[in-house]
């Protein structure tokens, strides 16, 4: 068989020296092609090969590898990386326990949305059906089945022609809309056969993102504008884009504005016409402005309706006033009862309104400035410095508590005045999910705060804040339960081993939070919950990374943000909170006791 040159098979790339490119090298050479940096594994004896290739083309600029502690790991590490540079993430594992440990981390990235590229070993082809050690094949545990839901593209490769034709299928899958992983798995001995295909493709190609605007819905909901008073915005984790044309279409109507837990990342916290966070962990500003019927229309924007997003589907969110408005026509599935489905590109959707509403004002067109939600908080609320006048807080005297063990809500607070706005944040499922929903705002809305709700995995924000420290070269800062980082903490020697400004902080409290709060606002059994006592700071301490103990509010205050973002490693802190403490989460737990599915029901 004649091997060509890798110059032919993929325009741009250079050949290279050796004598013989087998199939590794051209799956490096895509990923060199689309600029990726770093790929996110663990190795094996059948993934070997693909390794061997990484180390082969590290030197000609191909992406460096990150050995993580857990495949788990390393999936929540290419999501990090993926959130971080908007490339594709790629995460590698081999064959058996291996590409099942990967599972969850790629069902994370699936539930988000997030691009990823999976590539999981086989054992070699001739020994398929014999029971081989670590076999994963159709006959025996079937990993290509195991990753069918969870993917938008999944395939095995039986012959080395097939993979050139796949692999451009798969990185084509990742970005479409909507994105999600694509999973390949490669018998070893295919990773080893000489390059054989001839199919040229341009690497550009690959990184198109194909988004139709529906036009003729920008005009109609145009005309809904010209006739409502006021209008109402909701925002969800998929505005980013288009987040400067959203809300230049506040100000110009004055639209009040909610967001999802997740959609907050990109709202300035003071900006005065947010009202909060709606849903999960939300505020009652939010609600209320959400109940408000002088509101004529409500657009939902970016949002894939969630149930914790959208507080159990409430009917005040999704009525007949609804027009939801997003890229990924899947999510109009759970929005059947608004006016108006607009789909395509947002950024493009807004610059349109922006444009009629421009030349409406022009002509004299106004919305109602009329907002009787902030007016009736003003009337019966003392104005706070800290939270200004939009959003109402459960339990504002807590922020300022001065009682041990320190309040989880003045954690929260303490920590949105003083970790720098450049750093990036991460939220493990759990507690903190609630604490920093409801109680973590700052003016900074660069998007640097981020949130996995859609599957909701114990350990996500450890590997993530990895990856997205990779990408970034900036201080990123994981918040965790003590549970999750039982589960998953191993990684934290990851950034150790890469000299990684991660800083990893712990809410101490000896026990499953969520699980402890949840069953007494459930009236549940009290079970299970309960963890040993441990000090972090000392488990940090034992492996050469800073430990660093919180126990008080001067404790708290002391913590020399810009010392820890400025070291080459990363460094733990153990914050002991008052675990008695009832976090914001009912609507999670009535969400558990409604059996009803139906949406606003």
């Known amino acids: ?98 590409a099942t440990n990967l599972l969850t981390g790629v069902a994370s990235a699936y539930a988000d949305n997030i691009p990823m590229l999976v590539i999981t070993a086989q054992t070699p082809l001739p020994k398929f059906g014999r029971n081989a050690l670590q076999e994963s094949s159709c006959t025996a545990i079937d990993t290509v089945g195991i990753f069918r839901h969870c993917t938008r593209y999944n395939t095995l490769i039986s012959h080395s022609d097939q993979l050139n034709t796949k692999l451009i299928s798969a990185l084509m899958h990742v970005k479409q809309v909507p994105a999600g992983p694509a999973h390949i798995s490669i018998p070893s001995d295919i990773l080893r056969q000489p390059v054989c295909s001839s199919t040229k493709v341009k690497a550009d190609r690959l990184k198109q993102e194909f988004v139709l605007t529906d036009n003729n819905a920008v005009e109609q909901l145009t005309d809904m504008l010209s006739s409502a008073w006021r209008v109402g915005l909701f925002l969800g984790k998929g505005c980013g884009s288009a987040i400067n044309e959203i809300m230049e279409f506040a100000e110009l109507t004055r639209s009040p504005i909610m967001t999802g837990p997740a959609g907050k990342r990109w709202i300035n916290g003071f900006h005065p016409l947010y009202r909060g966070v709606f849903g999960f962990a939300g505020h009652q500003s939010a609600d209320m402005t959400m109940e408000d019927d002088t509101i004529d229309l409500l657009l939902a924007v970016g949002t894939p309706m969630t149930e914790l997003g ?110 720098p706005s450049s750093f990036r944040i991460h939220l493990d499922a759990g507690n903190v999910w609630s604490w920093f929903t409801h109680y973590f705002h700052r003016a900074s809305a660069k998007g640097h705060y981020h949130i996995a709700m859609g599957f909701g995995s114990m350990g996500w924000a450890i590997g993530a804040s990895v990856g997205t ?118 609507q999670r737990v009535k969400g558990l006791a409604d059996q009803s599915a139906t949406p606003g029901g």
């Open 310 to 419: 959208t507080g159990g589907w409430q009917g005040s969110l999704l009525s007949d006033r609804l027009v939801h408005i997003d890229s990924t026509i899947e999510h109009f599935s759970r929005s059947p009862m608004a006016q108006l489905h607009v789909c395509g590109d947002i950024k493009g959707v807004f610059n349109q309104l922006n444009v009629n509403v421009r030349l409406g004002k022009k002509w004299g067109r106004t919305w109602d400035a009329v907002d009787p939600v902030k007016q009736n908080f003003l009337d019966h609320h003392t104005p706070s410095t800290d939270h200004g006048y939009q959003i109402r807080l459960r339990d504002p005297e807590k922020c300022h508590s001065d009682e041990v063990p320190l309040k989880p809500q003045r954690v929260a607070t303490e920590f949105a005045k003083l970790i």
């Open 1 to 98: 068989m004649s091997v060509r040159k890798v110059s032919e098979i993929h325009p741009g790339v250079s050949n290279q020296s050796s004598p013989c490119r087998d199939n590794s090298d051209l799956i490096i050479d895509y990923l060199k092609a689309l600029d990726i940096d770093y790929i996110f594994g663990v190795p094996g004896g059948a993934i070997e090969p693909l390794f061997n290739s990484i180390s082969r083309n590290m030197a000609n600029g191909g992406p460096e590898i990150v050995v993580a502690r857990h495949e788990a790991g390393a999936a929540f590490m290419a999501e990090g990386y993926a959130r971080e540079t908007g490339k594709t993430g790629v995460c590698i594992a081999t064959t058996g326990p291996g």
């Open 469 to 586: 420290a990779i990408a970034s070269k900036e201080p990123s800062v994981c918040i965790t339960g003590d549970g999750s980082y039982l589960m998953a903490g191993q990684e934290i020697t990851t950034a150790l081993q890469h000299n990684l400004p991660v800083i990893m902080v712990i809410f101490n409290d000896s026990s499953l939070g969520m699980v402890k709060h949840g069953q007494r606002l459930g009236g549940a059994e009290e079970v299970g919950f309960e963890l040993p006592k441990i000090d972090f700071a000392k488990m940090a301490e034992s492996m050469g990374i800073e430990g660093i103990r919180v126990e008080t509010p001067e404790d708290l205050l002391a913590i020399d943000w810009t010392r820890l973002g400025n070291k080459k490693g990363p460094t733990m802190i153990d914050i002991i909170v008052d675990g008695e403490e009832m976090p914001p989460m009912g």
